[in-house]
């Protein structure tokens, strides 16, 4: 479990692909003060589990499902990564609650300039606007961010300087793929509402109970 505040930008510093994995060795200076072997390193918001470790760096397997579904089958030798060690117990939550577990991609279309701050757009499939809310949290790229906008095709965060400065986020250019994880509450919601039936007397939690008490 992570918490979407990224502690450093690492360097890709290998990427040994085949057909569906890969296994990426990433330089790093602050993650590797307390690095074991086994331990989870949020990597673009993808939790990867360490496989070996120096004073520099540290290794990781990637398997096929994570090639997949997100960007870091776009790594190659220099590319910048968003990195966090996992939450431990008694570490302040700074961000919201994030897996590293992510649904999937999203294109980034727009970076405008507000001020200090910076505006990013990005496109995502239904399947993961559905759990996209107005002021609620989004993992990007491994960063707690709140989105300020959404509608059926797309969704924006505001970055502040801090962030700009501290992320790969505003190194990426329109049309880069970010790894993308919603909030889990609303997953969990809609799985114990479709897995309940909804009967006039039924004593579960179901739409008809929500709408009655100001929930929707």
């Known amino acids: 479990m992570f918490t ?9 510093q290998s990427v040994v692909k085949t057909a569906k994995t890969a296994q990426i060795s990433i330089g790093a200076k602050k993650i590797l003060e307390d690095i074991s072997v086994g331990d989870s390193i949020s990597t673009n918001g993808v939790c990867l589990t360490v496989s070996a470790f120096n004073p520099h760096s540290f290794s990781a397997d990637v398997m096929p499902e994570t090639m997949r579904r997100s960007n870091l ?61 107005p002021k609620g949290s989004v993992a990007i790229d491994g960063i707690s961010l709140t989105a300020a906008y959404a509608d059926k095709r797309m969704f924006k965060v505001s970055i502040i300087p801090l962030t700009q400065r501290e992320t790969t986020l505003l190194e990426k250019k329109v049309g880069h793929e970010v790894n993308l994880e919603c909030d889990p509450v609303g997953k969990y919601v809609e799985k114990l509402l479709s897995s309940q039936p909804e009967t006039e007397n039924s004593s579960y939690v179901n739409m008809g109970f929500l709408k009655e008490n100001g929930f929707l």
């Open 73 to 133: 089958k776009g790594l190659r030798k220099g590319s910048p990564v968003n990195l966090e060690r996992a939450l431990r117990v008694g570490d302040r939550l700074g961000g919201h609650m994030v897996s590293g577990h992510i649904d999937g991609v999203g294109i980034i279309r727009a970076f405008e300039k507000e001020d200090n701050a910076t505006w990013v757009t990005i496109q995502a499939a239904d399947a993961i606007l559905r759990y996209v809310i």
């Open 4 to 12: 979407g505040m990224i502690e450093e930008i690492g360097m890709v």
